[in-house]
């Protein structure tokens, strides 16, 4: 019998480790699901599955993106999962896809969904969910001056991110609300990078894995686990 209980960590490049303003990615303790990992013990196995570019349920010419077509695969092999932790979103913001902060929860929510209807928990139940509002866009003082290029792009992928993403925190506790599962804000533990508008620094990835943490065993001791 295995006793390991385990955590799927399920996000986008923040989740992956995208370093601020570079292509690099952080080593495997600073990601916050090494920091996770630290945080729960050997007792816990922590699965990292971030997809930079990953949405929660749109369809991206950029690539195969779609964070609704990909979940269930990524339960199915990481199971038995005690407890799933979503945290999709920010690439929602690309104005290509034009959806509003209640569209992009609602996105989030289906993935809850998926999640509550499969098997994939420790016998043959479903996984606990913890939902993450991603925090919101930082403001760019001084990027355009800087690097008026690489500002132009951002301008044109995240427009109205600022705005929206802001909305995140009200929005996803709703959903969370509705279907009952666990919330956390995101942004209560870390800010955006002024670097780049969408990462986090390597403080942020510690807190934020530390806040995860701390719900992950409040979630299991109320579910018995």
């Not at 570079?22 to 050997?42: D, M, N, Q």
């Not at 034009?98 to 609602?106: D, L, M, N, Q, V």
Request: glycine share 12%; aromatic share 8%.
């Amino acid at each position: 019998m295995n006793d390991e209980r385990t955590v799927l960590c399920y996000g986008d490049s923040n989740t992956w480790g995208y370093e601020p303003g570079t292509s690099a990615r952080y080593g495997r303790t600073v990601r916050w699901p090494g920091v996770l990992a630290a945080e729960l013990g050997a007792a816990w196995h922590v699965v990292e599955a971030g997809l930079n570019g990953r949405t929660t349920v749109f369809e991206d010419p950029m690539g195969d993106k779609n964070g609704l077509r990909h979940l269930g695969p990524i339960l199915e092999s990481a199971a038995p999962v005690d407890v799933a932790v979503v945290i999709l979103g920010t690439n929602d913001l690309k104005t290509r896809f034009r959806a509003s902060a209640y569209e992009i929860a609602e996105g989030a929510g289906r993935l809850v969904d998926v999640v509550r209807a499969s098997s994939f928990g420790r016998g043959g139940v479903a996984p606990l969910v913890l939902l993450v509002a991603p925090p919101p866009l930082a403001t760019l003082e001084g990027w355009a001056a800087r690097d008026p290029d690489a500002f132009e792009k951002f301008e044109e992928n995240l427009r109205d991110g600022l705005e929206t993403s802001g909305a995140f925190a009200r929005q996803y506790a709703r959903v969370a609300h509705v279907r009952g599962v666990a919330f956390l804000d995101a942004g209560a533990h870390v800010a955006t990078s002024p670097v780049d508008g969408v990462h986090w620094a390597a403080e942020g990835h510690a807190a934020f894995g530390r806040a995860v943490a701390a719900m992950v065993r409040d979630l299991c001791r109320a579910g018995g686990g």
